[in-house]
């Protein structure tokens, strides 16, 4: 899910949902709505499965990035498992929350012997999410809790929120991430070692082609829902290969310079 500036006068931004659909033998298919423009997000997976000839019998695994209205699309797609939450949008977090740790001040013996625990459980917190460990991350965040106190009261040199205060809106913010997304966490360590994709990376690749280059980067255009909407069916029908084909022309599929992979959804 991203967002591109709206010329609608009842809103800023236009809430965008893209997607792609990967089978073996490197079968894919990209999809993308606007939110809210009538375009049916539901038929156009079940369109895109069908394209990479999905059957009966045919496994699927959804991912998603913790968005809290995909749930019902994907059932009316006929994707009944419970999506699994995408690992790269969930190392954000703590990658954010290590680079906040690391800006603590440690100027004083306590400051950084509490700097130091900060620093292990954080790096702790990563290794659990990725091992599947949501339960364990709590045990993570209270030690961070139970050593914050010591950076009370602290500034930046520049008159900005003080690093601990930063931190600690990040491990909220992490905490309750967690407390809502915590059924969506698998053991991301075992599918990695199984061959199993984790997360959606090609998924922002196709995302970046789709919108952000185009609508969103760099860019000072402002879109109507239904002309934004219009042209992502275009660029999805043209980096399918299917654009025209209703008129018994079929273009060729643009390049795609991401690795294919033998998952499903």
């Given at each position: ?202 998924t922002e690749g196709t995302a970046n082609f789709l919108v952000n280059r185009r609508m969103n980067k760099s860019q000072q255009m402002r879109w109507s829902r239904r002309g934004a909407d219009l042209l992502l069916q275009v ?31």
């Open positions: 899910m991203i967002f591109i500036r709206s010329c609608e006068n009842d809103e800023r931004h236009l809430e965008v949902r893209i997607g792609n659909v990967e089978a073996g033998a490197g079968r894919r298919q990209v999809f993308g709505a606007v939110a809210k423009a009538g375009t049916d997000l539901g038929a156009l997976i079940r369109r895109s499965l069908d394209a990479v000839e999905r059957t009966e019998g045919t496994t699927l695994t959804a991912f998603a990035d913790g968005c809290p209205g995909l749930r019902p699309i994907l059932l009316d797609a006929g994707i009944v498992g419970l999506p699994i939450l995408d690992w790269f949008h969930l190392a954000m977090r703590p990658q954010h929350l290590t680079q906040t740790a690391g800006s603590l001040s440690a100027d004083d013996p306590e400051r950084a012997a509490a700097k130091a625990v900060i620093v292990k459980e954080v790096d702790r917190l990563r290794w659990r999410l990725w091992n599947g460990k949501a339960k364990n991350a709590q045990i993570s965040i209270d030690r961070i809790r139970a050593v914050m106190h010591h950076f009370r009261g602290g500034r930046d040199g520049r008159r900005s929120p003080a690093p601990s205060r930063k931190l600690w809106t990040a491990l909220r913010a992490l905490n309750d991430y967690l407390t809502g997304q915590s059924g969506r966490l698998v053991n991301y360590a075992e599918r990695h070692r199984a061959g199993s994709r984790v997360g959606t990376a090609l660029r999805c029908a043209v980096h399918n290969g299917t654009f025209g084909s209703d008129f018994g022309q079929r273009s060729h599929a643009i390049n795609d310079p991401y690795p294919q992979a033998a998952t499903a959804a």
